[in-house]
């Protein structure tokens, strides 16, 4: 069997023949070059599965390497050797394309991780990605999205996932996840806005037994959890600042300390963040930390909303529906033309959640095997806006139009908080007597 190889790059011999003995022993083949210009002559003569690469060399810096192996050998993982405590160098590192990154001195447990994730990235790259199955759509947008989902998935770089609620943050977090090398791994998503404030550092990295009142035993946090794969941290937004700086640090060290413990956890997690609200404006608002926003931020992503697709629509409804007649056990419905129309015309603030909740709605209320543009209940939408769009001649009754829109923006904080009325209450600024007089008001179980 043909052993892998690796292209090692630094003009520091003690470091080139750490790395060489190191790499032996894990069975790859290496070559050695002391320059850019030798890391060059290296890739046109022979192909690699993997490149090191120091940061300063005598005539180039490592992300011009970077740069030229991600132009002319896509397929290849690069990572980036830095300085301790050159995190902005990293961060560079990692938008120009490198996969992941290594700091001096270098951490011999942490290399063979690297080494081993970039090369399971090769054996991902052969398989038939999880994306189209569950990502549905063919207009520009989401075959544009298809494309950066795989890009990103052999990067080992942060990613922030923006996009308006219910537009699938959390799915395209999944696939970026699956089509990786970290696929059989823990996949651990969290929402920020749901965890109460006083448990949010025991939630995140765990505790020691009697370190406070109700810790009856040792608990694992979510970092630990996640150890080896992905965090997922939705509604990253919600954190409160006390839990930002603790958040930046265990990224920044890859290290947690569970409350009441001594000693710090060395954990190995990517970890991709979303939220619905703009964080840059957040950032600017002084609600968020500019520091914590610029290591989640490596790289943004951003989910098109419903109503950028509208092409997507009868794709996605005729799945939907082929999903609740297989659920149900009865016949799948279709949609009249007049119907499709009407959804096609709608605003869908709510986007791909609220299309799938006005459809199950719909196939459970319609009669036959037909659901026409009557059975969607937009009859008080105008074409691409919503009930609070309303103009005035088309409100018959003022309480019942604030009524319908306080449905809509508390259905929407509960599906946010998957279903933490607590969680809800504080996204709407309410306190829990009044969300709770609200729910019983609307007869919103």
Known sequence: MTRQRALIVDDEPDIRELLEITLGRMKLDTRCARNVKEAREWLSKEPFDLCLTDMRMPDGTGIELVQYISQRHPQMPVAMITAYGSLDTAVNALKAGAFDFLTKPVDLNRLRELVNSALRLGSVDNQKLPVDSRLLGDSPPMNSLRKQIHKLARSQAPVYISGESGSGKELVARLIHESGPRTEQPFVPVNCGAIPSELMESEFFGHKKGSFTGAIEDKQGLFQAANGGTLFLDEVADLPLAMQVKLLRAI???????????????????????????????????????????????????????????????????????????????????????ALDKLKCYRFPGNVRELENMLERAYTLCEGDEISAGDLRLADASPGGDASEASLAEIDNLEDHLEEIERKLIMQALEETRWNRTAAAQRLGLTFRSMRYRLKKLGID
């Open 252 to 338: 920044q060290e890859k290290a947690v300390r569970p409350v009441g413990g001594q000693q710090e956890v060395v954990v190995d997690v990517r970890i991709l963040s979303a939220t619905h609200k703009d964080l840059g404006a957040e950032v600017a608002a002084e609600r968020f930390r500019q520091d914590l926003f610029y290591r989640l931020n490596v790289i943004e992503l951003r989910v098109p909303a419903l109503r950028e697709r509208r092409e997507d629509i009868s794709q996605l409804a005729n799945a939907m529906l082929a999903r609740l007649a297989t659920g149900s056990g009865a016949s799948p419905a279709t949609l009249t033309s007049e």
